[in-house]
């Protein structure tokens, strides 16, 4: 999961799969199986989904799907199967969650990642509005058009996703927003950045905040940050 993720969730799904397959053998062992003839049974069927590969290798992932194994790139798709008839199935057979406790929990995780694509794109709205645009005109170079309309852009996508009737709807635009929409607005920010004079440019950049001390002035005749 994401660093700011509560793993809670994925753990009980992980416990809930593992303890229906340990039940399945202790009722094999039970009705007379061996438990070595079990487990490597098990294994044989299974061997094509243990992987000490590169995950981040899009060869790495591709090599997975053509072993067959199913995977989603999409958390909020990923979500979404709480709800699938075969999890609702599982969930009820162990006695972990009832088929209302699923729903509840997807509709929650859905609307909780709305929300948080929602702040994000607000403050980007800010941050060319209250900074970016005002750098621009004073620079008097830079893709001003483009970024007027990239802040319609965000407000009508914003409008959408409050528009929508459920919160699987908004939370699959909100994944458009955040992974599409915004980092194609990053892209005429960055190019803001580019041609504006640093010492008109309102927002903090990489070289300061990663070498702060070295562009702050520490004296009280100049309390100013760099003016280069």
Known sequence: VGSSQNPSMVNTVLNTIVAEK??????????????????????????????????YDPEMQEELTNRGIWRIDSGVEAIARLTD?????????????????????????????T?????EAKCLVDMIQQHIIPSVKSAGVGPLSDLEKAVVTLKEALAEIHNAEDSYTKAQL??????????????????????????????????????????????????TFYDE
């Open 115 to 119: 929300g948080t694509v929602e702040i």
């Open 174 to 223: 909100s994944r458009v927003l955040r992974l599409e929409t915004m980092i194609d607005i990053r892209g005429v920010c960055d190019a803001a950045e580019e041609v504006v004079p640093a010492n008109l440019w309102t927002l903090a950049t990489y070289k300061e905040l990663l070498f702060l001390d070295q562009h702050t002035s520490t004296g009280p005749e100049d309390p």
């Open 22 to 55: 340990f039940a399945e053998l202790a009722d094999k062992c039970d009705a007379g199986a061996d438990i070595h003839d079990l487990a490597r049974e098990a294994l044989n069927e299974n061997w094509r989904v243990i992987f000490n590969g590169n995950n």
């Open 85 to 113: 008839p075969k999890s609702i199935a599982l969930f009820q057979k162990m006695k972990v969650l009832t088929k209302e406790e699923c729903e509840s929990r997807q509709q929650i995780l859905h609307d909780h990642y």
